[in-house]
């Protein structure tokens, strides 16, 4: 286990990516590691297992919203954490943290998807807890807190921890930064939210009509808001991941003065 807290991005992209994987990631401390969505699908696993990352060692999971993009990788994760649970492989517990929607959802897949015996196992080993705007946790050795990403078109819930050192990550989903939210994750030391697109690319992305906003968009919330560090995920892959960084960068550094983050998949953050 690592002596400083980091992210470890998984993916990066949105809802139909074509060269990433859908946004998901861990933060990890040195009293555990918080599973945040799950992606569209079961390469989760395979990406777990490329990066070195043993799922046995996981034990909590928090799913944002309902999604596809990010409930059906959860249910892939539950899937294997039953497997290793059947095998006498996975000590402890998994919890599951969501909204209401997403506790509904992820149990009714499990049920219409799960051999009977695996449906019955995970019963025993997995605590799903429906979690609302306001509830707290202790998650990883951090105390959570539950805040509303006052999403248009989903009920979506983030969260904010806080870091053994006494700072604060929080995390909008796939939620761009926005005048209803910002609020909430005022003076943020880092912020992971959605930004699709560049500005300068509106017309060919299209954001605003898929309930999402641009770099400069969130850039300028984010500055009036004093966020320190800036995440930015749920983005466009047709952009070269090297060159995103760089243009995604410098958009935002025109109306942001804080330190703008672009990963790629598969990027270690240092917090």
Known sequence: MTTQARLIVLGTG???PTRSYNECFIVETDG???LVDGGGGNAIINILERMSIDIRTLHD?????S???????????IRRVVQFAIEGKYP??????????VIEALRQICRLTFLKAYYEK?????????????DSADIAGCAVSFIDCRSANV???GFRMTLPDGRALFCLGDEALTAENAPEVAGADYLVCGAFCRYADRDVFRPYEKHHLTVKDVAATAQDFGIKNLILMHCED??????RQELYAEEAAEYYKGRIIVPEDGTMISL
Request: proline fraction near 4%.
């Open 67 to 77: 999604h596809t993009d990010h409930i059906l990788g959860a249910v892939w994760f």
């Open 155 to 157: 009920d979506q819930t």
């Open 238 to 243: 047709r952009t070269p991941a090297a060159s």
């Open 32 to 34: 555990g590691r918080l």
């Open 14 to 16: 949105s809802a139909f």
């Open 122 to 134: 995970m019963e025993s080993i997995v605590d799903f807890r429906i979690v609302t705007p306001g």
């Open 61 to 65: 999971l928090f799913v944002t919203h």
């Open 92 to 101: 402890g517990r998994l919890n599951v943290y969501g909204n209401s929607d």
